[in-house]
């Protein structure tokens, strides 16, 4: 994790222990909706290492979240995310002519929440995603495909009892040198 990370996961620990000492236990009731749907983008940061060599690439996605909440404070999603943006290579930071794009990830995810009063709720994800990068330069076209697991953290901020927008920080793959990590912003709708 990055010292960024850490310390955005630090934050949002430490800000849901002191509101769970604080907040009323939520019940949901029986007309409270259970399912719910998320769009938005996501900035992917991907990162290779091999000794000395260092390469980055920061292609954007669309994603698609569709959840069924479980119990008031657990909810089980599925994720889809395709490609919107492709970005170039660069190798210990010099542009390869190589372009990075994830064409399509797959996600499904285990949702846990804690409310901080009515309009806030934090949350982590864990889980699993497949992921496929391909690689492109001058015609020539390399793709690999890989299942990891991921986590993230994020904080949902209500517009209305069915609608809210969202922040999220995703680790959606970490494997043999290769991560892939991202922040997203979403429309949520509940139904």
Known sequence: MTTLSTSMLASLL???????????????????????????????????????????????????????????????????????????????????????????????????????????????RAGVVRTKLELSAGGLDVDDTGTSGASGLGINVNLSRMSYLQANWMNYYDKDDIKVQGVGLMYGRRF
Do not use: C
């Open 14 to 124: 430490a800000l849901g222990l002191v509101s769970a000492a604080t907040a009323q236990q939520r019940v949901q009731s029986s007309t409270d909706p259970k399912l719910y749907g998320e769009i938005g983008l996501s900035q992917l940061k991907i990162e290779a290492e091999d000794g000395p060599l260092s390469a980055e690439a920061k292609p954007g996605l669309l994603t698609g979240t569709l959840g069924y909440q479980l119990w008031p404070f657990l909810a089980i999603e599925g994720q889809v995310a395709g490609n919107v943006m492709k970005d170039e290579i660069k190798l210990n930071g010099v542009n390869t002519g190589v372009d990075a794009k994830i064409p399509h990830m797959y996600g499904l995810f285990l949702k846990p929440t804690l409310p901080l009063g009515d309009r806030v709720e934090v949350f982590a």
